[in-house]
């Protein structure tokens, strides 16, 4: 791939650190004295000037940069641009860490007149760790902007006031006689190097694609998009939908927004989106909105896009779709159909459902159920590990369960699960044979007798080790699960309330997804 297809970021990364490497060896070769005896009058700290200087160094000192930056991570990765947050995270230690390894590598005095008294005068010079700082940080906020799809003129101030902040900064840290030109020059050139390589190395686009030859034709051709929203997941709705609005305009889409609610999770919504003939699907929710969304397009043929907004966001893992807004909305876009599997649930007397991911009862649904939502808000999928403390405490059940025509077995169970996919979160494979679209079910029974039993059974799922004599496993097209007395069950990941008996029967190739090329 030549230089000139590389995209922004990666050029930037390339054009920053070879200018780095020269602008040091320069330095430190003495090439660049005549521009280090270009120096400020002497400060006195008398003069008003000095001091609003001084003011200003406080102001923009890195530790004050950088725990910005913090922030805005913290922000981006509640709004799920997953991406965006390891990049910011990552120029921060790049930029902090590297501006000290190379301070002290390089041990440069200060300049005669600078004032020690000042705390941001402290230390060697080179490179100036303000600019380093205000460089990384005007990067960033670039980069924030234009993954956020904010309006044209927004990124263009945000462009210009990074420049003016940097100019600024560049002009006190040399009236203080805290840093040589080149400290100054060095520092810029160092924090443009950590930011781009952080945000090249997490894939952060910099700026628009250029559209595809496929979305000019789009373009010409103009589908229909509905997106089916879960509000409540949604922590910023107007970045969401910005986001959304501009992915479609650039694909040639048109989109029509549809919210669930408290009375209806997204069934009269996708049902709207089918009646008013939408060419693509796109779900932003939790498991249960996802589930669903799935459920009402079986056997439509209209293909869905999956945006990860829950906390689990099972179907969207076990699928390979990027758990980060940006990445998943690309991949809805530009990515390929391929059709999956749905399982068709039947619990007690009750209407047929599908499901994408799992059914299970016993320890499973009772984590669900115990799993506070504000909490899940907070820590995210560790709040599962919380209420599974509580869980463990369930006792078991009596089951018996047939897979087809095989002999039924019989079980005091703790757990019984039938899965489409197998991956949960933190990549733990509780069914390693499960595929999306070979047209079977997998079966999956824990029968523990104690807290002994149950660690066992854990690591073995968890480690490469040998499995537990208390797990049953199987594959087939159809299970039967039938209990002595009501247990408490749960559908991808939803707790669903008790039953006694559930049939799951596989529905091959039911649902269109779009999945990464």
């Known amino acids: ?48 000037a000095i001091q609003i200087a ?32 390891v990049a910011v995270v990552s120029a921060v230690a790049v930029g902090w860490g590297g501006h000290e390894l190379l301070r002290q590598l390089f041990a440069r005095e200060r300049p005669p007149g600078s004032v020690p008294e000042l705390i941001t ?69 160092w924090g443009g190097f950590s930011a781009s390589v952080s945000v090249a190395v997490a894939r952060v686009r910099m700026r628009p694609e250029r559209p595809t030859r496929a979305a000019a034709l789009a373009t010409k051709q103009r589908r229909r998009c509905a997106i089916v929203v879960n509000p409540t997941k949604i922590p910023d709705w107007a970045a969401f939908r910005r986001h959304v609005e501009y992915e479609c305009r650039q694909n040639g889409a048109t989109p029509m927004f549809l919210e669930t609610s408290a009375d209806d999770p997204g069934r009269g919504m996708t049902r709207a989106a089918i009646e008013a003939k939408a060419d693509l699907v796109l779900v932003a929710g939790g498991d249960g909105t996802v589930r669903v969304v799935c459920s009402e397009l079986s056997g439509t043929g209209i293909p869905l896009g999956l945006v990860p907004s829950g906390t689990g966001n099972l179907l969207a893992r076990n699928l390979s779709i990027p758990l980060d807004e940006s990445q998943a909305l690309t991949v809805i876009f530009q990515g390929r159909p391929t059709t999956i599997d749905l399982v068709e649930v039947v619990v007690d007397d009750a209407e047929p459902e599908h499901i994408a991911v799992m059914a299970g009862m016993g320890l499973d649904a009772r984590i669900m159920s115990g799993t506070d939502d504000a909490l899940k808000k907070v820590i995210g999928p560790a709040a599962y590990v919380m209420a599974a403390g509580d869980a463990a405490n369930l006792p078991s059940f009596d089951v018996t369960v047939r897979l087809d025509d095989d002999e039924p077995i019989e079980r005091h169970a703790g757990l019984v699960m039938v899965g489409n996919v197998g991956q949960l979160q933190g990549n733990v494979q509780l069914l390693p044979d499960a595929r999306f679209d070979d047209g079977l079910l997998d079966l999956f029974v824990a029968s523990p007798s104690n807290v002994a039993d149950w660690l066992r059974i854990t690591t073995s799922v968890i480690l490469p080790l040998p499995e537990a004599s208390e797990i049953d496993r199987g594959q087939g097209r159809t299970v039967l699960i039938e209990c002595t007395e009501p247990v408490e069950y749960q559908l991808d990941g939803d707790a669903a309330g008790q039953c006694s008996r559930m049939r799951a029967t596989v529905v091959p190739q039911a649902l269109t997804v779009i999945v990464p090329n």
């Open 54 to 85: 001084a003011a200003v160094a406080v102001t923009f000192h890195p530790v004050v940069v950088y725990g910005g930056l913090l922030g805005v991570a913290a922000w981006a990765y509640r709004r799920r641009l997953r991406n965006l947050t």
């Open 121 to 189: 005068n402290q230390g060697y010079a080179y490179p100036s760790g303000h600019l380093v700082a205000a460089a990384t940080g005007a990067v960033i906020a670039i980069a924030a902007t234009t993954t956020t799809r904010q309006p044209r003129q927004l990124i263009e101030v945000t462009r210009w006031l990074g420049i003016v902040l940097i100019v600024v900064i560049g002009l006190d840290r040399w009236l203080l006689h805290a840093h040589w030109i080149t400290d100054l020059v060095g520092g810029l050139l």
């Open 1 to 48: 791939m030549g230089f000139s297809r590389l995209g922004l970021a990666p050029r930037a990364t390339i054009g920053f650190a070879l200018g780095f490497a020269l602008w040091t060896w320069l330095t430190f070769t003495g090439a660049l004295q005549g521009l280090d005896a270009l120096q400020a009058p002497p400060a006195q700290w008398q003069n008003p």
